[in-house]
């Protein structure tokens, strides 16, 4: 398949099954609330060393925020509960709480699939015996709780709990090009459209990789290694993937809540870069994958793409 002089790759990305949530952070204004989202979503690139992969979703404006104020929304991956809801905790404790006029809401309702989860309900133990506790009920009868934690800037505001669900991470794809600036600016061409994706964040910083790893090391405690295989300066000592043409390859990593989440962002991401045409440098789509063995969800490119030429 070649979408304008662009070829894809007959391959497919490789994800597994994570647990994710959503939180609502709201503030005085937007540069306060990206403070605190900034903060909350720090060092969340990848569980290999993380625990936790977690980005800003979008900016939510203060008529659909909860207490109206401006926001933004963030979503958190990890690889079991457990761990999930020990950083959401953490970092809730260490980035929300600590940020000047921030609040934080529940941004997956409760449903038939949605685990709840602690937001506030331990962390209103800060407030030492003051804190106070406020049950609303909404538009379509769900009673939540709220709690207001007293803090030197006035109070703390956060719901007790959010919604937790199954989720996939991993999903991926691969620009290869003729030069590190070229893959560069596609990269950045991409994640501009896919940020207007719902659901799904590229947790990476400015949402590229450029250490894409493979499973296994030749040094035994090491669980992952680089990519050798996509490496441009190995091309002559390992069984590589790339041409001649080819000297950088930067990856897009997605986490998203739905398999339809992530096919769609990677759609928008690839067709933005195929619209720059092979003229911008970029040769080859591609992505990463383990040949089956390491999750269930295979993002297929050329199914994802149709039948665009």
């Given at each position: 398949?070649?979408?304008?002089?662009?070829?894809?790759?007959?391959t497919f990305?490789?994800a597994?099954?994570m647990?994710?949530?959503?939180?609502?952070?709201?503030a005085?204004?937007?540069?306060?609330?990206?403070?605190?989202?900034?903060?909350?979503?720090?060092?969340?690139?990848?569980?290999?060393?993380?625990?936790?992969?977690?980005?800003?979703?979008?900016?939510?404006?203060?008529?659909?925020?909860?207490?109206g104020?401006?926001?933004?929304?963030?979503?958190?991956?990890?690889?079991?509960s457990?761990v999930?809801?020990?950083?959401?905790?953490t970092?809730?404790?260490?980035?929300?709480l600590?940020?000047?006029?921030?609040?934080?809401?529940?941004?997956i309702?409760?449903?038939?699939?949605?685990?709840?989860?602690s937001?506030?309900?331990?962390?209103?133990?800060?407030?030492?015996?003051?804190q106070?506790?406020?049950?609303?009920?909404?538009?379509?009868?769900i009673t939540?709780r709220y709690?207001r934690?007293?803090?030197?800037?006035?109070?703390?505001?956060?719901?007790?709990?959010?919604?937790?669900?199954?989720?996939?991470?991993g999903?991926?794809?691969l620009?290869?090009?003729?030069?590190?600036?070229?893959?560069l600016?596609?990269?950045?061409t991409?994640?501009?459209a896919?940020?207007?994706?719902?659901?799904?964040i590229?947790?990476?910083?400015?949402?590229?990789?450029?250490?894409?790893?493979?499973?296994g090391?030749?040094?035994?405690?090491?669980?992952?290694?680089?990519?050798d295989?996509?490496c441009p300066t190995?091309?002559?000592?390992?069984?590589?993937?790339?041409?001649?043409?080819?000297?950088?390859?930067?990856?897009?990593?997605?986490d998203?809540?739905?398999?339809?989440?992530?096919?769609?962002?990677?759609?928008?991401?690839?067709?933005?870069?195929?619209?720059?045409?092979?003229?911008?440098?970029?040769?080859?789509?591609?992505?990463?994958?383990?040949g089956?063995?390491?999750?269930?969800?295979?993002f297929k490119?050329?199914?994802?793409?149709?039948?665009s030429k």
């Open positions: 398949m070649q979408i304008n002089g662009i070829t894809i790759d007959d990305a490789e597994f099954n647990r994710g949530t959503r939180v609502i952070i709201t005085l204004n937007l540069k306060w609330a990206y403070h605190a989202a900034n903060a909350m979503t720090g060092f969340a690139t990848s569980v290999i060393g993380c625990g936790v992969e977690a980005g800003i979703e979008r900016e939510i404006d203060s008529d659909e925020t909860p207490d104020r401006p926001g933004v929304s963030i979503l958190m991956f990890a690889m079991g457990k999930l809801m020990q950083q959401l905790e970092r809730m404790g260490q980035c929300i600590t940020c000047p006029t921030a609040a934080a809401f529940a941004g309702a409760a449903g038939l699939e949605v685990d709840q989860i937001l506030g309900r331990h962390l209103r133990y800060f407030g030492d015996g003051y106070t506790s406020k049950l609303m009920t909404d538009p379509n009868g939540k709690w934690i007293p803090v030197m800037d006035g109070e703390f505001l956060t719901q007790e709990t959010t919604g937790m669900v199954r989720a996939i991470g999903g991926n794809f620009i290869l090009a003729t030069s590190q600036p070229a893959a600016r596609a990269a950045e991409a994640i501009e896919m940020k207007k994706v719902p659901n799904v590229m947790p990476f910083p400015g949402g590229v990789v450029r250490s894409g790893s493979k499973v090391s030749k040094y035994p405690k090491m669980f992952a290694s680089t990519n295989a996509f190995l091309k002559g000592l390992v069984n590589t993937k790339l041409s001649d043409e080819i000297e950088s390859v930067m990856e897009i990593v997605i998203g809540l739905t398999f339809e989440d992530i096919s769609r962002s990677m759609y928008v991401g690839i067709q933005s870069i195929c619209a720059l045409g092979d003229k911008s440098g970029v040769k080859r789509i591609s992505a990463g994958n383990y089956g063995k390491l999750g269930p969800h295979h490119l050329h199914e994802i793409m149709g039948n």
